[in-house]
């Protein structure tokens, strides 16, 4: 079984292998590119691959519910520019109160300017989840 623990090292619950958006890519080509990899949000990184900013399925519900369709705008118009991010040696805790506070469900993991992970709530979930007893586990499913 699993410690739950609020000190457990984001690294043991990030996702590694980040899919990143370029500034300069159109609406439909990052929608693709999220449904593909079945994500919500991705980082957006300028030409030095540098992060400025992160792009998701919330980012483009205006397109959508103000009828302005699927245009050929750049990620960089509708994209979040304010990058939630903790350093890579941070704590699952501090991911945790980030997102509680801010009203969140990404932060990006960084190592100086460099991206290394991601970390989502359903990241954190199913951290909760390892730390349940084995037979607490099993999934529960309610019918309406």
Same mark, same amino acid.
């Given at each position: 079984m699993v410690t739950l623990d609020a000190e457990t090292p984001i690294q043991g619950l990030m996702s590694k292998d %980040?899919?990143?958006? $370029?500034?300069?890519?159109?609406?439909?080509?990052?929608?693709?590119?999220?449904r593909e990899f079945l994500l919500s949000t991705a980082p957006v990184v300028d030409e030095r691959?540098?992060? %400025?900013?992160?792009? $998701?399925l919330a980012d483009a519900a205006p397109l959508v519910l103000d009828g302005l369709g699927f245009t050929d705008d750049k990620v960089s118009d509708w994209m979040t520019e304010k990058v939630r991010w903790l350093p890579i040696g941070a704590t699952a805790g501090d991911?945790?109160?980030?997102m509680?506070?801010?009203?969140?469900?990404?932060?990006?993991?960084?190592?100086?300017?460099?991206i290394r992970g991601i970390v989502s709530s359903l990241d954190l979930v199913r951290f909760l989840v390892r730390a349940l007893p084995p037979a607490q586990r099993k999934p529960t499913r309610s019918t309406l």
């Amino acid at each position: 079984m699993v410690t739950l623990d609020a000190e457990t090292p984001i690294q043991g619950l990030m996702s590694k292998d %980040v899919v990143l958006l $370029g500034k300069e890519t159109t609406i439909p080509q990052a929608l693709a590119t999220l449904r593909e990899f079945l994500l919500s949000t991705a980082p957006v990184v300028d030409e030095r691959g540098e992060c %400025v900013g992160v792009f $998701g399925l919330a980012d483009a519900a205006p397109l959508v519910l103000d009828g302005l369709g699927f245009t050929d705008d750049k990620v960089s118009d509708w994209m979040t520019e304010k990058v939630r991010w903790l350093p890579i040696g941070a704590t699952a805790g501090d991911a945790a109160r980030m997102m509680a506070d801010e009203g969140i469900h990404h932060v990006v993991v960084m190592d100086e300017k460099s991206i290394r992970g991601i970390v989502s709530s359903l990241d954190l979930v199913r951290f909760l989840v390892r730390a349940l007893p084995p037979a607490q586990r099993k999934p529960t499913r309610s019918t309406l």
